[in-house]
Antibody
Framework: EVQLVESGGGLVQPGGSLRLSCAVS????????MSWVRQAPGKGLEWVAN????????NYLDSVKDRFTISRDNAQTSVYLQMNNLRAEDTAVYYC????????????WGQGTLVTVSS | AIQMTQSPSSLSASVGDRVTITCRAS??????LGWYQQKPGKAPKLLIY???TLQSGVPSRFSGSGSGTDFTLTISSLQPEDFATYYC?????????FGQGTKVEIK
C-alpha cells in the first residue's frame, strides 16, 4: 500500500527556514503529482503547492510563492518543501498528499508534520 | 481564486439520520469536485471524486451529486464512525480551494 511519511517540522522563529520531507513508497511513476496541504490549528485545509513527479511542472499558493519551493529527488522517492522567510501565519500541520491519476483529488495522505513559527 | 462555501458549518444528527451537506462554488467548476472526511488529529480521507465517484473502500451510504456551482454530499444513514468534519475541494483550477468544513456532531 502507498505510504507517505513526512518529517522536518518544528519550531522556528519568524524569518527563519525549514525543509519538510515526504518519503514516498510503493509508486514511482512520473505521471503522478504530489502536493503539500496545510491546516492551521483549529482551522480548515489549505492547498500549498504541487509538483509533477517528472519535475516538469509546479504550482504554488500565491501567499507562499517566492518563499516556498517544492521539489523531488531524481528517484521520485521523496518530495520536499523548502520554506524560507517563515511567518506566524505559516504555522500549521503540513500534510504531503498524492494526487490521483483520475482527478485532481488527493487519494493518499501522510500523517502530517507540525510547523510552528514563533519567537 | 475560486471560493467554496459549505453549509451548514456544523450540524447535530443522530445515528440513522440522513445527512446532507452542500458546497457552492463562486464560479462554474464543471465536475471537478471532491469530498473529504477528517477526524480529530488525523489526515483527511478522500470519500468521493469527480462529484459522485466513490473512492475505493468507502461505504455506499456516502453519495455525491451536483454540477457547475452546486454540489451535495449525502450520508444516507449516519453511523457512529461518520461523526467528523467534511470538506469539499475544487480541482478546476489553481489555487485548489477547500470549503471551510462542516462538522457533524452527535445529537
Amino acid at each position: 500500500e502507498v505510504q507517505l511519511v513526512e518529517s522536518g517540522g518544528g519550531l522556528v522563529q519568524p524569518g527563519g527556514s525549514l525543509r519538510l520531507s515526504c518519503a514516498v513508497s510503493e509508486f514511482t511513476s512520473t505521471r503522478y503529482w504530489m502536493s503539500w496541504v496545510r491546516q492551521a490549528p483549529g482551522k480548515g485545509l489549505e492547498w500549498v503547492a504541487n509538483i509533477k513527479l517528472d519535475g516538469s511542472q509546479r504550482n504554488y499558493l500565491d501567499s507562499v510563492k517566492d518563499r516556498f519551493t517544492i521539489s523531488r529527488d531524481n528517484a521520485q522517492t521523496s518530495v520536499y518543501l523548502q520554506m524560507n522567510n517563515l511567518r506566524a501565519e505559516d504555522t500549521a500541520v503540513y500534510y504531503c498528499a498524492r494526487v490521483t491519476l483520475f482527478s485532481g483529488d488527493f487519494d493518499f495522505w501522510g500523517q502530517g508534520t507540525l510547523v510552528t513559527v514563533s519567537s | 481564486a475560486i471560493q467554496m462555501t459549505q453549509s451548514p458549518s456544523s450540524l447535530s444528527a443522530s445515528v440513522g439520520d440522513r445527512v446532507t451537506i452542500t458546497c457552492r462554488a463562486s464560479q462554474d467548476i464543471g465536475n471537478d469536485l471532491g469530498w473529504y472526511q477528517q477526524k480529530p488529529g488525523k489526515a483527511p480521507k478522500l470519500l468521493i471524486y469527480i462529484v459522485s465517484t466513490l473512492q475505493s473502500g468507502v461505504p455506499s451510504r456516502f453519495s455525491g451529486s451536483g454540477s457547475g456551482t452546486d454540489f451535495t454530499l449525502t450520508i444516507s444513514s449516519l453511523q457512529p464512525e461518520d461523526f467528523a468534519t467534511y470538506y469539499c475541494l475544487q480541482n478546476y483550477n489553481y489555487p485548489k480551494t477547500f470549503g471551510q468544513g462542516t462538522k457533524v456532531e452527535i445529537k
